[in-house]
């Protein structure tokens, strides 16, 4: 599998012939570098974490482009498909679909979840984390944004994760150290953790450094990657 990074939380993941991204902000996103355009080419799911505008991104307008299947949650999916949306498959947290080749789980966030329009902030369902399963591929489990809580306990039991990617910007998520904690206290059989939510706009942190520094020595490989460079695990 091929783990792509597009600055924020927005990934591209490569296996088993599928291209599924996850939280596709790139308009707006000053983190973001590259062509939009090559970037979701062969892509044919689009997976949400939650109602907020730096997770929804580029969802709707790549959907309508490519015909890729937005995975979500209920609300969210019923707000989008007001929008225009017309491939989409909704859930809530606690489910899990076979989109065919593999499956999506929806999981539990710490967070919150809503919209703004015309001046008004209206709720979009929970906030989750997502859990990528495919056969003879790692699994991954991406937390969208969240704080630590106990329950991640329960996560690594059902569902054994072999790629965690945890935000780590602070403010609106858990910060560096707390993230840290998160991954070594319930996720230290993972093979990778995978920082994100950070080094995007001023409020979050500007790197990763602190992140790296609280797992060191601590038998759990961190990988920072490049922004547009896949990496393989």
Same mark, same amino acid.
């Given at each position: 599998?091929?783990?792509?990074?597009?600055?924020?939380?927005?990934?591209?993941?490569?296996?088993?012939?599928?291209?599924?991204?996850?939280?596709?902000?790139?308009?707006?996103?000053?983190?973001?570098?590259?062509?939009?355009?090559?970037?979701?080419?062969?892509?044919?799911?689009?997976?949400?974490?939650?109602?907020?505008?730096?997770?929804?991104?580029?969802?709707?307008?790549?959907?309508?482009?490519?015909?890729?299947?937005?995975?979500?949650?209920?609300?969210?999916?019923?707000?989008?498909?007001?929008?225009?949306?017309?491939?989409?498959?909704?859930?809530?947290?606690?489910?899990?679909?076979?989109?065919?080749?593999?499956?999506?789980?929806?999981?539990?966030?710490?967070?919150?979840?809503?919209?703004?329009?015309?001046?008004?902030?209206?709720?979009?369902?929970?906030?989750?984390?997502?859990?990528?399963?495919?056969?003879?591929?790692?699994?991954?489990?991406?937390?969208?944004?969240?704080?630590?809580?106990?329950?991640?306990?329960?996560?690594?039991?059902?569902?054994? $994760?072999?790629?965690?990617?945890?935000?780590?910007?602070?403010?609106?998520?858990?910060?560096?150290?707390?993230?840290?904690?998160?991954?070594?206290?319930?996720?230290?059989?993972?093979?990778?953790?995978?920082?994100?939510?950070?080094?995007?706009?001023?409020?979050?942190? $500007?790197?990763?450094?602190?992140?790296?520094?609280?797992?060191?020595?601590?038998?759990?490989?961190?990988?920072?990657?490049?922004?547009?460079?896949?990496?393989?695990?």
């Amino acid at each position: 599998m091929k783990i792509t990074w597009f600055g924020h939380s927005a990934f591209r993941l490569d296996f088993a012939g599928k291209a599924v991204l996850i939280d596709p902000f790139f308009t707006g996103n000053p983190a973001f570098q590259g062509d939009r355009a090559k970037i979701v080419e062969g892509v044919s799911h689009i997976l949400i974490t939650h109602g907020h505008g730096d997770h929804v991104g580029d969802a709707l307008d790549i959907a309508k482009a490519t015909g890729a299947k937005v995975v979500t949650n209920f609300e969210l999916c019923m707000y989008l498909a007001k929008q225009g949306l017309g491939n989409f498959d909704p859930m809530n947290t606690g489910g899990t679909t076979d989109q065919g080749g593999f499956t999506v789980t929806l999981v539990r966030a710490d967070h919150s979840a809503g919209l703004v329009e015309m001046d008004v902030n209206f709720p979009l369902g929970n906030a989750n984390g997502v859990i990528v399963k495919a056969p003879g591929e790692p699994t991954i489990y991406h937390m969208g944004d969240t704080d630590i809580f106990g329950d991640m306990a329960l996560i690594a039991e059902i569902h054994q $994760p072999d790629v965690v990617i945890v935000p780590i910007g602070d403010r609106f998520t858990m910060g560096p150290e707390v993230a840290a904690l998160a991954v070594e206290r319930y996720f230290g059989r993972a093979k990778a953790a995978i920082p994100c939510h950070y080094a995007s706009f001023p409020p979050l942190v $500007p790197n990763a450094d602190r992140f790296v520094a609280a797992l060191d020595g601590k038998g759990i490989q961190v990988v920072v990657p490049h922004k547009t460079v896949g990496v393989t695990v």
